[in-house]
């Protein structure tokens, strides 16, 4: 089994910055992809942005320039580095991550609020 822990979510103020971390444990043997989900109040979850175990990285649109996501591939550990947040960021963060052999993994959810 895998697990994910989700850390760094908390209220910020519009313009503001934060950083999130999710740390894989268990029986990995390689982690290929590793996301960076949210899910705002009555909408559907979506892709904020991909890490790939090259380091190749995808963002959705409306993060670009804004969020950078990185990855330790040492520490099976990913973080999502969100500068300039806008109210619109508002939502439960998930982390995701595609294990080789076993499948995907979801983390319980950080929730991110950026109101002043």
């Known amino acids: 089994q895998v697990q994910l822990v989700e850390s760094g979510g908390g209220l910020v103020q519009p313009g503001g910055s934060l950083r999130l971390s999710c740390a894989a444990s268990?029986?990995?043997?390689?982690?290929?992809?590793m996301n960076w989900y949210r899910q705002a109040p009555g909408k559907e979850r979506e892709l904020v942005a991909a890490?790939?175990?090259?380091?190749?990285?995808n963002y959705a649109d409306s993060v670009k320039g804004r969020f950078t996501i990185s990855r330790d591939n040492a520490k099976n550990t990913v973080y999502l580095q969100m500068n300039s947040l806008k109210p619109e960021d508002t939502a439960v963060y998930y982390c995701?991550?595609?294990?080789?052999?076993?499948?995907?993994?979801w983390g319980q959810g950080t929730q991110v609020t950026v109101s002043s």
């Open positions: 268990g029986s990995i043997f390689r982690i290929d992809v």
């Open positions: 995701n991550a595609r294990v080789a052999t076993l499948g995907e993994y």
């Open positions: 890490i790939t175990r090259y380091f190749t990285t």
